[in-house]
């Protein structure tokens, strides 16, 4: 994992196995129950609805989000599949990551907007705009788990919006990228911000996509909550194959020689493409809770 994409406050809260009540034991241990943002609710099929319990945590210091998750898996796997998903949770709502890559893709947006004079860049520029802000309100109503009943009515149609921009950002990287391919079209630097841009929205989408589904799962909407993050999956996961896609021809046009001059920026981004093709934090991201836990019981 990427410590320097896990810095986390000095305090996170985590499960706390040993006030989980019997019945919750016996519904994980039998696939009968699920966990959706620190709460466990009765599964689909198995006869019985509504939640079981919420989650009972405990306030321990990690110097990593990778130090915090490895402590999880010396537990229990109820507990390690539970403490590895409030861990996940809590990065998004309490550190200062997500906050910083979001100004630094703003900051980028600005330059794209600037430097490439299109009608049509600046209008899909200004959804990304409107997207950043929207995860950012998310992680906003998120920070304080007591007002849940309070935050329904602004979160609802926060969810749709952000998740219709959501998709317009994933179309827009495809578009954007075939932009980069064109070397006629545009010179380095609008190379250089074009690769960039489309790696840290590729970077910060899978914690975009957990806030949403966090939020829903806090409004009380845990199978809308499970729809949205698999969904989100879905869509990445195909961004995630236009990407490759660009990046494999990029370096065979590297080993041919006919790369030009963008070799400088191909090279000083290679080694993080490599990490984001490779991301387990980015795949836990996009993993349903429950799948998780049957995948770690098996």
């Known amino acids: ?30 696939g009968k129950a699920v966990i959706h943002d620190g709460v466990a609710y009765w599964a689909k099929g198995s006869g019985d609805t509504g939640v079981i319990q919420h989650l009972p945590f405990k306030e321990v210091t990690y110097k990593s989000a990778e130090e915090a998750i490895k402590a999880a898996q010396m537990t229990t796997v109820i507990a390690a599949a539970a403490s590895t998903c409030i861990i996940l949770g809590a990065l998004i709502i309490q550190t200062k990551y997500l906050a910083a890559k979001l100004d630094k893709i703003q900051e980028t947006v600005d330059e794209i907007s600037k430097d490439v004079h299109s009608q049509n860049i600046i209008y899909y520029m200004d959804k990304i705009s409107d997207y950043i802000g929207s995860i950012e309100c998310a992680r906003t109503l998120l920070r304080d788990r007591t007002l849940a009943g309070e935050i329904r009515e602004i979160a609802y149609p926060l969810l749709a919006q952000v998740a219709a921009k959501r998709n317009h950002v994933l179309s827009f990287i495809d578009n954007i990228l075939n932009l980069a391919g064109n070397q006629r079209d545009i010179t380095e630097r609008h190379y250089e911000l074009i690769v960039n841009f489309a790696h840290m929205m590729m970077e910060i989408m899978p914690m975009g996509i957990h806030t949403e589904y966090l939020l829903t799962a806090r409004v009380g909407k845990p199978r809308l909550a499970e729809q949205i993050l698999l969904d989100g999956a879905h869509r990445y996961e195909s961004a995630m194959l236009v990407y490759k896609s660009f990046m494999n021809k990029q370096h ?41 836990m049957a995948l770690e019981a098996a």
């Open 1 to 30: 994992m990427n410590n320097a994409a896990f810095e986390l406050l000095e305090k996170i809260w985590v499960l706390d196995e040993f006030k989980l009540n019997k019945t919750l034991i016996d519904a994980l241990t039998e």
């Open 252 to 292: 065979n046009a590297l080993v041919r020689g006919t790369i030009g001059d963008r070799a400088r920026v191909y090279q000083g981004i290679e080694r993080k493409v490599e990490a984001l093709l490779n991301s387990t934090e980015n795949k836990l991201l996009l993993t349903l809770p429950a799948g998780r």
